[in-house]
């Protein structure tokens, strides 16, 4: 029997329309939310990303700036540009769309957002107030993971979880979010001796890796949920993740698709946590 879809783009519809709802009420306040996104340069996949947030964000009342740099803007330059950001009271997100160009140093740049507007939550006291189960901006990606797996009614408490993939941007708050929520997790990476020795004992997989095929319908045990965050090509250009979709769906019990699953819910998130910083100033 094949695997459930879990359709990101329908869930994504459902939870915009309470942010949609709150966004007005701030409005109505006096406090339109406010999401300001940097882009950096001409690379085409950043804009395309950042269109759709700021798309995103007309659909649902939040206010929005899209301020282009060009790549050859200086590191000093665009620190200057985060600062008064921080300083604009309409402005209550800050996003600065990765990657940068090599000669911006990201950490710095991240490091330089306001922790009160660090929607993606990337910054540091972001991670760390993760780390600790403390209140902050979760990442948008594993937080609408997140929501997926509560969506579709996982059990996660005792259920063993394999994050696939250790970036600080997913792999790694992935694995906090759900020590969270008590299940238990492990994280594999590239040095991972026997990743399917691993993932057949898991009741949910998270493949965070951008690598295609790196799970596979043999290494999927039966009715697992398995969550595709991969962003990867075909041979024929077409979207795929990092799962074996055609594969991995006859053996999992729930599957995302790739387009369709986790991206929209990453911009979500991202909205989700626009309305928080509001709501909170």
Request: with cysteine; hydrophobic share 45%.
């Amino acid at each position: 029997m094949a695997a459930r879809l879990i359709d990101g783009i329908a869930l994504s519809k459902l939870l915009r329309l309470n942010i949609a709802e709150r966004a007005a009420r701030l409005t109505v306040a006096g406090k339109q939310p406010g999401l300001a996104v940097i882009l950096v340069g001409e690379n085409q996949a950043s804009q395309v990303y950042v269109r759709n947030k700021v798309k995103a964000c007309e659909e649902n009342g939040i206010y929005s700036i899209l301020d282009r740099q060009p790549a050859s803007i200086s590191e000093s330059e665009l620190l200057e540009r985060i600062a008064a950001l921080n300083a604009d009271p309409r402005i209550h997100g800050i996003l600065v769309q990765l990657p940068l160009p090599t000669h911006i140093d990201s950490h710095k740049v991240i490091e330089a957002i306001a922790p009160a507007k660090d929607v993606d939550g990337f910054h540091m006291i972001s991670a760390g107030a993760l780390m600790t189960g403390n209140h902050g901006f979760k990442p948008c990606t594993p937080y609408g993971v997140m929501k997926m797996l509560v969506h579709i009614g996982t059990p996660l408490r005792g259920a063993h979880a394999v994050v696939i993939g250790r970036s600080n941007i997913v792999g790694k708050p992935m694995a906090m979010l759900l020590l969270q929520e008590s299940a238990t997790v492990t994280i594999c990476h590239s040095a991972t001796r026997d990743l399917g020795a691993l993932t057949r004992q898991a009741d949910i997989v998270v493949a965070a890796v951008g690598k295609r095929n790196v799970l596979t319908a043999d290494m999927v045990k039966p009715g697992a949920v398995v969550i595709d965050v991969g962003m990867n090509r075909n041979d024929e250009g077409k979207l795929c993740g990092d799962v074996d979709f055609e594969g991995v769906k006859e053996v999992a019990g729930w599957i995302t698709p790739v387009p369709g699953g986790v991206g929209p819910m990453t911009i979500t998130m991202l909205l989700m946590n626009t309305i928080k910083s509001a709501e909170g100033a």
